[in-house]
């Protein structure tokens, strides 16, 4: 009993020496563990941001993909216009499910980081020989805060050779030649987040095609490979 009684007496108590400790090493703790939320929250929301970048873009890239699947309004008739480049995709389509489809002449263009889409409604004349309004009947931003894919045009045209698609990219500014021959139509860019830690963020490739025909290309080297046949 009598060192329960020495230890009830003692009188001593933490010194500064401890005490100076304790706090530093309180101090340490929660230095780390302020570090780390930071951290956590930080790369969260640079993902978020990039998150929300890649749903963005991408429901722009389908835009412009169902739409050039709606390209292919008369059999054997090129939707593609000549004068379509990296930066300009022109082409004709027909919106809706109409039984008698009324044409409309469509640009996409990216300029200053943004794509634009405006429409041209159709004025008179039958396939292949439209005739089209020369103002646009709507112009809409698509998208912003986007960029060509280094290596990579916004837009890009391709041919078939023997029933299968040509590594080759055709010319562009397409000619009138180019683009009866434009069967594969890709559509790529890089988009930025607009928001969170956008400038540390990694951009999202986004990248789509669409194929300009009704039936199967031919295997024989001999068949033409047109768009819409």
């Known amino acids: 009993m009598k060192p329960m009684k020495r230890l009830t007496r003692d009188q001593r108590g933490t010194t500064l020496v401890e005490l100076v ?30 998150v929300d970048a890649t749903q963005t873009s991408r429901l722009t890239l389908n835009r412009v993909i169902d739409q050039l699947h709606s390209a292919c309004i008369a059999p054997k008739v090129p939707p593609i216009r000549k004068e379509s480049s990296s930066t300009e995709l022109r082409f004709i389509h027909a919106p809706g499910s109409a039984v008698a489809p009324v044409p409309t002449l469509t640009t996409i263009t990216y300029s200053a980081g943004a794509l634009t889409q405006s429409d041209y409604d159709w004025k008179e004349g039958t396939a292949p020989f439209w005739v089209f309004k020369t103002t646009p009947s709507r112009t809409i931003a698509l998208t912003d805060r986007v960029a060509p894919i280094t290596g990579k045009p916004i837009f890009s045209y391709h041919g078939y050779v023997s029933g299968t698609l040509s590594t080759t990219t055709l010319t562009v500014p397409l000619s009138e030649l180019d683009a009866s021959r434009t069967i594969h139509v ?19 490739r986004i990248q789509g095609s669409a194929t300009l025909r009704l039936t199967a290309s031919s295997y024989n080297p001999a068949a033409p490979s047109l768009p819409c046949q």
């Not at 304790?22 to 930071?38: E, Q």
């Not at 890709?186 to 999202?204: D, K, Q």
């Open 21 to 50: 400790v304790g706090m530093a090493s309180g101090l340490v703790v929660m230095v780390g563990l302020t570090t780390l939320i930071l951290v956590t929250l930080h790369t969260t929301s640079r993902v978020s941001a990039r």
């Open 186 to 204: 890709t559509v790529a860019f890089m988009a930025t987040p607009r928001n969170g830690n956008s400038e540390e963020a990694t951009p999202a």
